[in-house]
């Protein structure tokens, strides 16, 4: 295969054209905050802060994480990372005190850039909770914690002064101002487009969160394609308000924009109202959101005061697209060429596209054409064999795209990755006769929610160590507004009272993310088993839409909110 799709560009040389090419042409916009850049302007303070981490001892292949919404600081970090040949290590801004502690030890993070808190959660407590040492030692010394061993300096994002032991994110930007540029172009120049700058952490197929390690060819390629097939250019102007920690933001927006140098209008948060008044405002082209965003801007009150009539193009991903959802997009909201996206983390992540001028049943009944430098065949889950056209198999993934692999987890890289280079994505799929891939469920059971991958086994183990729990099950339950939604089937101790949704929520919310925390919960006797002993998911996924459906039964529905209140 030829490699004329490649880009053969860091992302660093990319920013640098940009610079060059459009120096004062939007680049970076946040409304909310009354902060724009150009192209010329975000790549001198991409610059400054880049000689500014030099400063602070960052070094090549140093991990950076970063835990923080969509704030103007999030790609300068992301930029300045690359151009020294760092590694971002990506942050759900849901994660609580356990998973942060988890990733930071597991991705062996020396650097952490942070914002104070997020809906009523303290990320500064929380840090501090797990490195005490953190508030006693001078802010420009390094950290040396029990419980964090490789993390040396915390970055805060704040507005406000540091809090102890943290350096400020403007304190690292005036020390690039005095940095040696020279040096800087040097170690910029040195880098390859095959070096990893990039690990973002997702449950894959099995286990917990796992980082995926992606170059600078991976999703600096992949986002060149990804905005190609929306035919973006400079005059484009996309709103984000998906969050940038996940690949959606990061590649498919970030990425896209940065190849086609078209303007991003980022949102911190995601809010209905927000996209509406600065698609107008900025007169944006183009949006980015799972179904769940559409479904919730067609459904706003003031929809009809809005002039969207600048939108042309998107990308709805992260869970199917309903018919419904996607025709209103098309015609209401004038996004005639708006796209549909397949793919996962660890194929950073797009490998099938719709592309402009496609059908509308396409667009919803399939995730399109596989994408330029990309090999997607069909094969049994079982045996691994190539299927005839047209049957339904595991759809496995070859190219560029692959990641590195699963960072210092060489075992789980072994289990999704076989000897032929072949990625295997779990996800049942066919083609159709037109080349599209149709995807028709999952080997393994993954559960997408709102565009988030979530393993059962992590809100498995979370919920067994509830009071009275004695064994539990996870499955996916069909959901119009967030694709799935998590229903929880516990079997409980006995002389316990059944155990309610209600109560599981209470125990839950303090240890894991919201998104994981199931909304259906039902007490069940025992599991339905296999002849060796193990629990047949596929049945108790037959009894979560019988029970719950896809959440259409007002009754029940009625019942449920009065229950979780």
């Known amino acids: 295969m030829s490699n004329d799709f490649l880009v053969n560009l860091t992302m660093g040389q990319v920013l640098q054209r940009n610079a060059e090419t459009y120096p004062d042409q939007d680049a970076l916009i946040y409304p909310n905050r009354s902060c724009r850049y150009t192209w010329g302007s975000l790549n001198a303070e991409v610059d400054r802060l880049a000689g500014g981490l030099l400063a602070i001892g960052v070094k090549k292949n140093d991990r950076i994480a970063i835990w923080a919404t969509n704030v103007p600081q999030w790609l300068t970090v992301l930029y300045a990372s690359a151009k020294i040949g760092a590694v971002l290590v990506t942050v759900n801004t849901h994660y609580r005190k356990a998973e942060i502690e988890y990733l930071l030890k597991q991705s062996e993070s020396n650097y952490l850039f942070l914002m104070d808190s ?78 990893i700058i990039n690990m973002q952490y997702t449950s894959g197929t099995t286990g917990f969160p796992k980082g995926a390690m992606l170059t600078h060819q991976n999703i600096v390629t992949n ?119 397949y793919g996962m983390t660890e194929t950073s992540p797009v490998v099938t596209q719709t592309k402009i001028g496609d059908s509308l049943d396409k667009r919803t009944g399939t995730v399109g054409q596989v994408m330029p430098g990309v090999e997607i065949k069909i094969t049994d889950p079982e045996t691994g064999a190539e299927l005839p056209a047209g049957g339904i198999g595991e759809v496995v993934v070859r190219g560029y795209v692959n990641m590195k692999g699963y960072y210092n987890l060489p075992e789980a890289t072994k289990a999704i990755t076989d000897e032929d280079g072949w990625l295997h994505t779990g996800d049942l799929g066919r083609f159709d006769p037109e080349g599209y891939l149709v995807i028709t469920g999952r080997w393994k059971d993954m559960i997408i929610r709102a565009g988030e991958n979530i393993y059962p086994t992590e809100v498995e183990e979370a919920i067994r160590h509830m009071p009275g729990v004695s064994d539990v099950a996870v499955v996916a339950v069909p959901s119009h507004l967030h694709g799935e939604e998590l229903g929880a089937f516990i079997i409980k101790e006995e002389n316990i009272p059944e155990i309610t949704v209600r109560e599981v929520k209470s125990f839950l919310r303090p240890l894991i993310s919201g998104y994981k925390i199931p909304r259906f919960v039902k007490c069940l006797d025992q599991f339905p088993l296999t002849a060796s002993g193990k629990i047949q998911k596929f049945k108790l996924r037959e009894m979560a839409v019988e029970l719950w459906g896809d959440f259409k039964n007002k009754k029940l529905k009625s019942a449920q909110s009065k229950e979780e209140q």
């Not at 507005?159 to 940095?179: D, F, I, K, R, T």
């Open 118 to 195: 997020f809906r009523g959660f303290s990320y500064v407590q929380a840090l501090s909770a797990i490195a005490p040492e953190l508030v006693t030692k001078p802010a420009s010394d390094e950290l040396s914690s029990a419980n964090l061993p490789f993390l040396k300096k915390v970055i805060y994002l704040g507005e406000q002064n540091p809090p102890p032991g943290m350096l400020a994110y403007n304190e690292v930007l005036a020390l690039g101002s005095e940095a040696d540029q020279g040096e800087l172009k040097k170690i910029s120049d040195s880098l390859s487009v095959d070096d």
């Open 223 to 341: 986002g060149y394609w990804i905005g190609y097939h929306q035919g973006l250019t400079q005059s484009d102007r996309i709103c984000l308000p998906v969050p940038l920690f996940h690949c959606f933001g990061l590649v498919l927006g970030a990425m896209a924009a940065l190849n086609h140098a078209s303007a991003m209008v980022v949102l911190d948060i995601y809010s209905s109202m927000d996209i509406l008044i600065n698609v107008e405002k900025e007169k944006c082209t183009a949006i980015y959101g799972v179904p769940t965003m559409f479904i919730t801007l067609l459904e706003q009150k003031n929809f009809n005061k809005f002039d969207l009539s600048t939108l042309r193009t998107g990308i709805m991903a992260g869970s199917p697209c309903p018919i419904k959802t996607m025709s209103e997009t098309i015609q209401r909201m004038n996004m005639r060429d708006i796209t549909i996206c």
